[in-house]
């Protein structure tokens, strides 16, 4: 009996400090972020922005740890151990969770069982482009070139199974065409290949892009978003190309571990929102070449599901193996 009431105790006092939260006295210290991604990434720079509006309205300061190795793998895992009393977050990219999952054998955690959402943050909106010689002025001229000449036609990617390998490899499915893939040891890397004429095209995010662009050492052919960008207005979508509803950008998405009470998520979620709401955080992440968005937990939830399965069966199908 003694031991069974000292592990009844035990209990209790683990769950006080989510009962407390969830009542009102949350939060009543710093809150950590972890990003496994390198630091002056997208996602870091979003987070930090979004991060010191949080801190300024919560009274409370929400520090953002880099986390990066592994694809993500090390620093999600360590968000998914966490006490799920809402003081470990995670800030992640889409590409950590949906498309890592599809690409390792063994993963440490399961994104829909081991985390509870809470908002889409912002996106990386993305585009075609092409090194300054490239005779393609759009991507219906590179599918035309392409469906000519199968694998001949180089594109580059950050890396086997990056977000631009993802992303070619989702054009050229729906384009039914193949071209040979150069994996680089990062977008950067990858951006500048092309701009050097190592190889002919790339998928990117335009906010790793946009110097080289405005500098003419590449030239944007698509985007890959539904209509034309107001700040491109010139440049047609890849849908207008002969792909109607292509589509690719990344996100940035805040989880909490599986199992933080809904009241917690609730209020993660509507700090966010407001945090997003404020013009100059807004002006800030759009210099950056963010979107800014906000989502409930719902529909963040629904969305990664939704891209969970979509990229699980295009990576089988285009057989990409992880490194």
Wanted: hydrophobic letters at 50%; proline letters at 8%; a positive charge.
């Amino acid at each position: 009996m003694k031991r069974i009431f000292m592990n009844l105790l035990a209990s209790a006092s683990m769950l006080l400090p989510l009962a407390a939260a969830a009542q009102g006295g949350y939060p009543s210290k710093p809150i950590r972020m972890i990003v496994p991604l390198a630091a002056g990434s997208a996602v870091d720079v979003a987070a930090r922005i979004v991060t010191q509006k949080m801190s300024q309205n919560l009274g409370q300061s929400v520090v953002v740890e880099n986390m990066p190795g592994a694809s993500g793998l090390v620093g999600a895992d360590r968000v998914a151990k966490a006490a799920p009393d809402g003081y470990t977050l995670g800030g992640f990219n889409d590409s950590i969770m949906t498309m890592v999952p599809a690409l390792q054998a063994r993963m440490p955690w399961d994104i829909v069982r081991d985390f509870s959402p809470v908002s889409l943050v912002a996106t990386v909106e993305w585009g075609l482009v092409a090194g300054p010689a490239v005779p393609y002025r759009n991507a219906a001229g590179l599918i035309t070139a392409a469906g000519a000449a199968p694998d001949k036609i180089a594109y580059g990617s950050g890396g086997i199974g990056s977000p631009q390998h993802i992303a070619m490899a989702l054009f050229a499915s729906e384009a039914g065409i193949s071209m040979h893939h150069v994996p680089y040891k990062g977008a950067t890397q990858a951006a500048v290949g092309v701009a050097g004429g190592e190889v002919a095209v790339a998928f990117q995010g335009l906010a790793t892009v946009n110097p080289l662009i405005k500098g003419n050492r590449l030239k944007l052919i698509a985007v890959s978003t539904p209509k034309r960008m107001p700040q491109y207005p010139d440049v047609p979508t890849v849908s207008e190309a002969g792909l109607p509803g292509f589509e690719f950008n990344s996100w940035f998405a805040v989880m909490a571990p599986a199992g933080t009470p809904p009241e917690i998520v609730a209020k993660l979620n509507a700090e966010i929102v407001k945090a997003l709401a404020d013009p100059g955080v807004r002006e800030q992440l759009i210099a950056q070449g963010l979107s800014p968005r906000g989502s409930s937990a719902e529909e963040l939830g629904a969305a990664t599901r939704a891209q969970l399965a979509k990229y699980a069966a295009l990576i089988k199908k285009a057989d990409i193996k992880a490194e």
